[in-house]
């Protein structure tokens, strides 16, 4: 069964100070990994995606690795800001090979930012 | 460039009763694809449609239905509500011409449904 995990489930930082958060999958053959932003009564927006050939992805602040032989990507994000308080997504897609495409979504790490 | 608009953003049903909800894709994007997310699962595929045909589905019973028209908007019916389907339904719409591919999917605010 594809799963997506995600660690922590939730955080804590100071502004202006980095973190990493954690995305290990078991999906199986991939096709490309998502991280999304969302905000609290909002659609989620992306940051990064990557496909199985890509290490490493940055926007902005964000910075996503993937390691595919070990199925785990991590977010890092730099400088923190009072605006970056939201859950972040990891999704997993699956190759798709003609038949059935189900994205698998992590459940989330909610990030909390304080001045 | 108008973003993807949901309509109605909330909506309170009674058990049993069918709803329907409205997605507007970005202009020119023929993928929409609706997702369920909740508070105990977190967010679900429900199912994609591209060019007026369902191309996949999540694993969600029957009473969760959709359609897209020639004008790529999409709707979502649900029928014969449960307790369970309260839930923010949000729905994505891409450039992507393949399933799972790499394009970028823009996400609309999303339903918020109520069933009681």
């Known amino acids: 069964k594809n799963q997506v995990e995600q660690s922590p489930q939730s955080l804590i930082i100071l502004e202006g100070k980095n973190c990493t958060l954690q995305?290990?999958?078991?999906?199986?053959?991939?096709?490309?990994l998502r991280w999304y932003k969302q905000d609290t009564g909002r659609g989620p927006v992306s940051l990064t995606i990557m496909t199985f050939s890509e290490n490493t992805k940055s926007n902005g602040r964000y910075t996503a690795t993937l390691d595919a032989d070990t199925k785990q990507s991590s977010l890092h994000i730099t400088a923190s800001q009072l605006s970056d308080s939201a859950s972040y997504i990891c999704?997993?897609?699956?190759?798709?090979?003609?038949?059935?495409?189900?994205?698998?979504f992590g459940r989330g790490t909610s990030l909390i930012v304080h001045p | 460039k108008a973003g993807v608009t949901q309509t109605p953003r909330y909506l309170i049903k009674t058990r049993g009763q069918q709803v329907t909800l409205s997605c507007s894709p970005i202009?020119?994007?023929?993928?929409v694809s609706w997702y369920q997310q909740t508070p105990g699962q977190g967010l679900q595929f429900l199912f994609e449609?591209?060019?007026?045909?369902?191309?996949n589905k999540g694993n969600f019973p029957g009473r969760f239905s959709g359609r897209q028209f020639s004008n790529s908007r999409s709707e979502m019916n649900v029928s014969t509500l449960e307790l369970g389907d309260s839930a923010l339904y949000l729905c994505a719409s891409s450039s992507s011409l393949t399933s799972g591919s790499y394009y970028e999917q823009y996400f609309g605010p999303g339903t918020r449904l109520t069933v009681t």
């Open positions: 449609y591209f060019s007026e045909t369902q191309r």
């Open positions: 999704v997993v897609s699956p190759r798709s090979s003609g038949g059935s495409y189900i994205p698998t």
């Open positions: 995305c290990n999958y078991t999906v199986s053959p991939f096709s490309n």
């Open positions: 202009s020119g994007h023929r993928s």
